[in-house]
Nanobody, 122 residues
Framework: QVQLVESGGGLVQPGGSLRLSCTAS????????MGWFRQVAGKEREFVAA????????YYADSVKGRFTISKDNDHDTVYLQMNGLKPADTAVYYC???????????????WGQGTQVTVSS
């Protein structure tokens, strides 16, 4: 059974940091690109970052470039999202997802985690 499980969300003050993790089971990340998306209630799911499976090339939304870093550990089938310099506008439910080719388009991802809440507030 294919499953993605996110963890690491929580409440953090503006300017703070969090690291989200997404662990895969039922398949290996060796041949899958991974992405992080976020969603605020009532709004469309928004691309955050993606990492290619072949060369680990990374892609970022302009709104997080320079603050967030996506990485993956194939040995542990885990992808990470290091978030620094967090802003209230980063508040959302964050989802990881897998696909065959890294893309910013959420409808091209096959499997999704259940999401983890990130709240940035003082």
């Amino acid at each position: 059974q294919v499953q993605l499980v996110e963890s690491g969300g929580g409440l953090v003050q503006p300017g703070g940091s969090l690291r989200l993790s997404c662990t895969a089971s039922g398949f290996t990340l060796d041949y899958y690109a991974m992405g992080w998306f976020r969603q605020v209630a009532g709004k469309e799911r928004e691309f955050v970052a993606a990492i290619a499976w072949s060369d680990s090339r990374t892609y970022y939304a302009d709104s997080v470039k320079g603050r967030f870093t996506i990485s993956k550990d194939n040995d542990h089938d885990t992808v990470y999202l290091q978030m620094n310099g967090l802003k209230p506008a980063d508040t959302a439910v964050y989802y990881c997802a897998s696909t065959t080719v890294a893309t910013t388009r959420y409808n091209e991802y096959d499997y999704w985690g259940q999401g983890t809440q990130v709240t940035v507030s003082s």
